[in-house]
Antibody, heavy 121, light 108 residues
């Protein structure tokens, strides 16, 4: 069974940093593109970042470039999101997702339960 | 950046009725990499449709996706009580992979 378990969320002050982790199990982690998607309270979904299975290509939302960095450790089956210079508007539930397909793009086929990040003084 | 506009914002229907949700893109896609997601209150989203028209595993056949170019549609032929939720479209053709703002399907 595919499992994605996020951790590392919590309360952080404006301007601070935080690293989210996602522990993956139940599939060949290195074969899949992984992503982060966030959802501010009461708002819609916002795609944040993606990384290919090998880790050699990353994609980021234009508005977040330079502040958020996605990475992965295929030996540990873990996905990360390093967030810096955090702002109140970064407050959201952050979801770790796995692509549906390993051989092509197929959308976010699997989702974790989410990790809440609150940016506030 | 490809902007996705979903309409209507809210759809008020009764169980058994047909729901038609629209997703319009600001520019044409190359590969029809368009997905639809369902999100119920307090839950993570789940994938319904990928590649504009392919149902994900386990999705009932009352859900169907269609369209190409800039206009895409999600149709639910007969609404079941569990289908009342928020639906999002997303393009994953060109980075950044953008979402629409969502359509809420509510019980009339």
């Amino acid at each position: 069974e595919v499992q994605l378990l996020e951790s590392g969320g919590g309360l952080v002050q404006p301007g601070g940093s935080l690293r989210l982790s996602c522990a993956a199990s139940g599939f060949t982690f290195s074969a899949y593109t992984m992503s982060w998607v966030r959802q501010a309270p009461g708002k819609g979904l916002e795609w944040v970042s993606a990384i290919t299975g090998s880790g050699d290509t990353t994609y980021h939302a234009d508005s977040l470039k330079g502040r958020f960095t996605i990475s992965r450790d295929n030996s540990e089956n873990k996905l990360y999101l390093q967030m810096s210079s955090l702002r109140a508007e970064d407050t959201a539930v952050y979801y770790c997702t796995r692509d549906l397909l390993y051989y092509d793009r197929g959308g976010h086929g699997k989702w974790g339960q989410g990790s809440l990040v609150t940016v506030s003084s | 950046e490809i902007v996705l506009t979903q309409s209507p914002g809210t759809l008020s229907l009764s169980p058994g009725e047909r729901a038609t949700l629209s997703c319009r893109a600001s520019q044409t896609f190359s590969n029809n990499y368009l997905a639809w997601y369902q999100q119920k209150q307090g839950q993570a989203p789940s994938l319904l449709i990928y590649g504009a028209s392919n149902r994900a595993t386990g999705i009932p056949d009352r859900f169907s996706g269609s369209g190409s170019g800039t206009d895409f549609t999600l149709t639910i032929t007969r609404l079941e009580p569990e289908d009342f939720a928020v639906y999002y479209c997303q393009q994953y053709d060109e980075s950044p992979w953008t979402f629409g703002q969502g359509t809420k399907v509510e019980i009339k």
